[in-house]
């Protein structure tokens, strides 16, 4: 059983950054890609951003593009997500997620393991 633990969530003003990390526990196995989604209040979940687990193919949504990047080690098994310029519509749960097919993909469907998640609070 995968476990992943997000961290890096809080309050910041609009135009500020933020990076989160997401750990995956130690028995991890094969390649994988991780992603990072999030939902607002009252919204459905989003994908945002997901990284192939050669670091090499990485895909964003339109909203973050240019301002978020992901990355990651895996030798530490984690992800990042750096997140700059942040607007009042980022505020959400944001959620990592490893997908064990290794394959770059916005849908949620394909991913295995989630994060408990973590708060963004973008302040305007």
Request: charged share 20%.
């Amino acid at each position: 059983q995968v476990q992943l633990a997000e961290s890096g969530g809080g309050l910041v003003q609009a135009g500020g950054s933020l990076r989160l990390s997401c750990a995956a526990s130690a028995r991890t196995f094969g390649r994988y890609s991780m992603g990072w989604f999030r939902q607002a209040p009252g919204k459905e979940r989003e994908f945002v951003a997901v990284i192939s687990w050669g670091g090499f193919g990485t895909y964003y949504a339109d909203s973050v593009k240019g301002r978020f990047t992901i990355s990651r080690d895996n030798a530490k098994n984690t992800v990042y997500l750096q997140m700059n310029s942040l607007k009042p519509e980022d505020t959400a749960v944001y959620y990592c997620a490893l997908d064990q097919d290794d394959i770059t993909t916005s849908n949620y469907k394909a991913y295995e393991y989630w994060g408990q998640g973590t708060q963004i609070t973008v302040s305007s």
